[in-house]
């Protein structure tokens, strides 16, 4: 059975900088992309990043310039790297692994930036 396991959220200032980290537990096969969503409350859950297997990235017009997503293929991890952190940023972050016809979601993990 495939887990995402998350770690790196916390509490931190206007201005602070965190790094989210997904890895995949068990082995994971057909999946193109991998990328990290968001959920404040009473909001919508929106996409914030995502990258191809080739390392093509997407960003949220939110994020760009801010955020920046990685991943190492070989340890089936993706990274979030988020600088010039904003109070509006606070919310859940979850990663996702996906591909045609699977996806898999982590548990999520809170970020909270204080102003």
């Known amino acids: 059975q495939v887990q995402l396991v998350e770690s790196g959220g916390g509490l931190v200032q206007d201005g602070g900088s965190l790094r989210l980290s997904c890895a995949a537990s068990?082995?994971?096969?057909?999946?193109?992309?991998m990328g990290w969503y968001r959920q404040a409350p009473g909001k919508q859950r929106e996409l914030v990043a995502s990258?191809?297997?080739?390392?093509?990235?997407n960003y949220a017009d939110s994020v760009k310039g801010r955020f920046t997503i990685s991943r190492d293929n070989a340890k089936n991890t993706v990274y979030l790297q988020m600088n010039s952190l904003k109070p509006e940023d606070t919310a859940v972050y979850y990663c996702?692994?996906?591909?045609?016809?699977?996806?898999?979601w982590g548990q999520g993990t809170q970020v909270t930036v204080s102003s």
């Open positions: 996702k692994f996906w591909g045609v016809g699977i996806s898999y």
């Open positions: 990258i191809t297997k080739g390392g093509y990235t």
């Open positions: 068990g082995r994971i096969f057909s999946i193109n992309f």
